[in-house]
């Protein structure tokens, strides 16, 4: 089994490598996830924002299915946009944009009166295009005859480049030919909306007057599309042209004129429609440079991907060290979509944060650094899950799961609490019953046992027949492992009288336990055969007394025994009395031992102190003033054998005095 430091290293330097990977991906603008990022671009106009309310300055004029119909089939003579430009006129807008030009001649009668129409109305901006090479230098330029743009107020580019897929996300503001730099029809309109007339260039930057807009180093700025085919006002050129539509209407905005009608197929492809008049592509563009609302996707905002790619890789290969894999997914899952909701919170506040990347960081972060701690933490889990659940409370198992190498399984040495019971005059009980009844009765006695030895967080060792041992503090580490275990035997006693008084109900014979418990340092690990059987246990010193103290207690007829450290660690949470010093065979120290009193004794606590200040006369060798303390104690409480066997003692030493150098110890000759 790989041990859980280098688990943790190598999966998290695959999780480190995965999102270096990324970044790199990243760095290069790798197509595919490009083509994906641009797609989420879509996605959040579409799906996640919608529709909002444009510009009430901007509007259409439509060549519309309308309008042809009324006035013929499409183009039409010039002379029929002179009463159209004498209306506008008279109605005082501040701008027409057309989205068309006029390379070729009309009659000559016609392109004078259209050119004069221009004129007079002091408020036309007409519309040229380039062509590119494969380099995208400009190969040639299409623009309206010279008479005509000479009564033009502004000319400006009604170029689209599309991406890749068909999309148009962005716009060139501005194209340069022979050294000058043109703008588009959109561009010139927000300037004629805003009285600039020039325009100059920064870093990533278009400015008119205070007006700051934020492009790439080919000057193209990301489109903020209010919605879709429709959101801008449009007015029937035929209506507009023969008076139909109210100057009031029209009064002070910016329109644009150009093609609506699908049969003339200028329709162009946006994140909210596929059919899209390219007329308001141009409306658009100006509406957000009119109403600054851009979205930026420049140098803070990489900053700010990268941090992101870092992040989300980070926390999701961290959820896998919390959780398994499997709770870890979920999790995952829940914080990509706390960041896809910040993606579009930042969208609506005018920034593209790159969703793509930062996602497959985490995912990739999770596939490959949490599968693999999966592949090999997880089997040590089931490992760990197999050998302990049949011994372990659930919580305590689940704890080792999440950290197998707590266990550090193979022998190490903790210091636990130990616990022994029995049940007394088992044997005898068996040989008086039936071998099905025996099964029975110790079924449920045992079973009651484990259950309350599991909720106190106990580690259930072995059953040696009627016997249990138990210990607090291994494999996993209880820093109150003393108290733990004292907490338990209080429940385990009032169990015992709840079993007692069922089986009394019954009519059955009930029997009682006793039991031993010692604290200190033990060998905690894996004993048997590997493959064939194998045990979890611990060994030593400590489990040896804990054993004796169990017996010992039969010695003295009490329920419990406790030895002298396991009292050093719980005296200010349980009433003792202290029963002796007692020396166990192949032992050359003496320990001193203890009675839990609160219910787990026959003596209540003032005939525990009379008992205290009874043993402490026979210590000091006055024999007879201690069988008269003894002899008040048993008087209290005729039960306590302590009492009966210290005054034993007393006759004893009556008439066969200690040594001097007696230090008050008996020796214990049995196990």
């Known amino acids: 089994m790989l041990m859980l430091g280098n688990t943790t290293a190598l999966s998290l330097l695959l999780a ?116 590119f090479d494969k380099n995208g230098r400009v190969v040639t330029v299409t623009r309206s005859l010279p008479e005509i743009e000479r009564g033009a107020i502004g000319i400006g580019h009604i170029n689209q480049l599309p991406e890749d897929d068909g999309v148009i996300r962005r716009n060139p503001l501005l194209i340069e030919e022979d050294g000058k730099l043109v703008p588009s029809l959109g561009l010139a309109g927000a300037m004629q909306a805003l009285g600039e007339t020039k325009f100059s260039t920064g870093d990533f930057d278009i400015a008119l007057g205070n007006h700051h807009i934020p492009v790439d180093a080919g000057y193209q700025m990301w489109i903020n599309y209010a919605g879709g085919p429709g959101v801008y006002p449009r007015y029937s050129f035929a209506d507009v042209m023969k008076g139909r539509i109210p100057a009031e209407k029209l009064k002070g905005k910016i329109l644009f004129l150009g093609a609506t009608a699908l049969g003339i197929y200028d329709m162009r492809v946006t994140p909210f429609s596929g059919n899209t008049p390219g007329v308001e592509l141009h409306a658009a563009i100006a509406d957000d440079i009119i109403s600054e609302r851009y979205i930026r996707q420049g140098g803070m905002e990489a900053l700010i991907d990268m941090f992101f790619i870092v992040a989300m890789g980070a926390v999701a290969f961290f959820l896998t060290t919390r959780l398994r894999l499997y709770g870890a997914i979920p999790a995952t899952a829940v914080l990509i979509a706390g960041y896809v909701w910040f993606t579009y919170y930042m969208f609506n506040a005018g920034q593209w944060i790159n969703m793509v990347y930062p996602v497959i960081s985490a995912v990739i972060a999770v596939l490959i650094g949490g599968g693999f701690r999966y592949l090999v933490l997880e089997r040590s889990a089931r490992e760990m899950r197999s050998m302990f659940s049949s011994y372990m409370s659930p919580k305590l198992v689940a704890r080792l799961e999440k950290d197998p190498e707590a266990a550090r399984i193979g022998g190490d040495s903790k210091e636990v609490t130990v616990l022994f019971t029995d049940i007394k005059g088992f044997t005898s009980f068996s040989e008086a019953h039936p071998p099905q009844e025996v099964v029975s009765r110790l079924n449920e006695y045992l079973g009651a046992m484990v259950q309350v030895i599991e909720q106190h967080d106990g580690t259930i060792d072995k059953f040696i027949g009627d016997g249990i041992m138990a210990y607090w503090g291994a494999p996993l580490a209880q820093p109150d492992h003393a108290k733990l275990a004292i907490d338990c035997i209080r429940a385990i006693n009032e169990g015992m009288n709840a079993l007692r008084a069922k089986w009394m109900e019954n009519g059955v014979e009930p029997f009682t336990i006793r039991g031993g418990i010692q604290s200190g340092e033990v060998v905690a690990g894996n004993v048997g055969l590997a493959g064939k059987k194998m045990e979890y246990t611990v060994i030593g010193d400590t489990v040896n007394q804990a054993a004796r103290l169990e017996g010992t207690a039969k010695y003295y007829g009490v329920t419990y025994l406790v030895g002298e450290e396991t009292y050093k660690k719980t005296r200010e949470m349980c009433q003792y009395r202290e029963l002796d010093k007692i020396r166990v065979v192949g032992k050359q120290f003496p320990v001193t031992i203890y009675e839990p009193l609160e219910g787990m004794s026959v003596l209540d606590f003032p005939a525990a102190a009379r008992f205290e200040a009874a043993l402490a006369l026979y210590r000091a060798r006055e024999w007879e003033k201690a069988q008269a303390a003894f002899t008040a104690v048993l008087d209290a409480a005729p039960e306590d054998k302590p009492s009966r066997i210290y005054l034993e003692r007393c006759g004893y030493f009556t008439q066969n005095p200690p040594p001097a150098d007696w230090d008050g110890v008996f020796n214990r000759a049995e196990k």
Do not use: C
């Open 16 to 131: 480190t490598l995965s999102i270096f990977s990324v970044l790199l991906l990243y760095y290069t603008q790798n197509p595919f996830l490009e083509a994906f990022e641009a797609k989420t671009y879509d996605l959040r106009f579409r799906d996640l924002r919608g529709p909002i309310q444009p510009n009430p300055d901007i509007a259409i004029i439509a060549i519309d299915e309308k309008s042809i119909a009324e006035l013929g089939r499409y183009p039409w003579s010039r002379d029929r946009y002179v009463p159209l430009l004498d209306r506008l006129a008279a109605a005082k807008v501040k701008a027409v944009m057309f989205d068309a030009f006029f390379p070729e001649h009309d009659t000559a009668a016609n392109d004078r009166l259209f050119a004069a129409a221009i004129r007079r109305a002091g408020n036309v901006v007409l519309a040229m295009t380039f062509d």
